[in-house]
């Protein structure tokens, strides 16, 4: 099993930021697809920003201009940079790793937008 852990998040005033971490237990450059997703109480699980082991990007229209997506080859790890947060970005915040046919989650890491 892959083990994925995020770390990061937290309570943010609007046109704040924080820097979501994955930290993963084998090479994250082993997966064809990392990414970010994130769900808001009574919503469906959507998807905020991916990147692929070529580092393409690609980025849900909501959060393009203010989110980045990284990765720390030294480190192992996975980012999400967030920028002028809004209210709407409220929501659990997973990690998600991706073969052909296999895909892992992480626990999720809570990031509330509230002044």
Request: hydrophobic fraction near 35%; charged fraction near 15%.
């Amino acid at each position: 099993q892959v083990q994925l852990v995020e770390s990061g998040g937290g309570l943010v005033q609007p046109g704040g930021s924080l820097r979501l971490s994955c930290a993963a237990s084998g090479s994250i450059f082993s997966f064809n697809v990392m990414g970010w997703y994130r769900q808001a109480p009574g919503k469906q699980r959507e998807l905020v920003a991916a990147i692929t082991s070529g580092g393409s990007t690609n980025y849900a229209d909501s959060v393009k201009g203010r989110f980045t997506i990284s990765r720390d080859k030294v480190k192992n790890t996975l980012y999400l940079q967030m920028n002028s947060l809004k209210p709407e970005d409220t929501a659990v915040y997973y990690c998600n790793a991706a073969h052909l046919l296999s895909g892992y989650w992480g626990q999720g890491t809570q990031v509330t937008v509230s002044s």
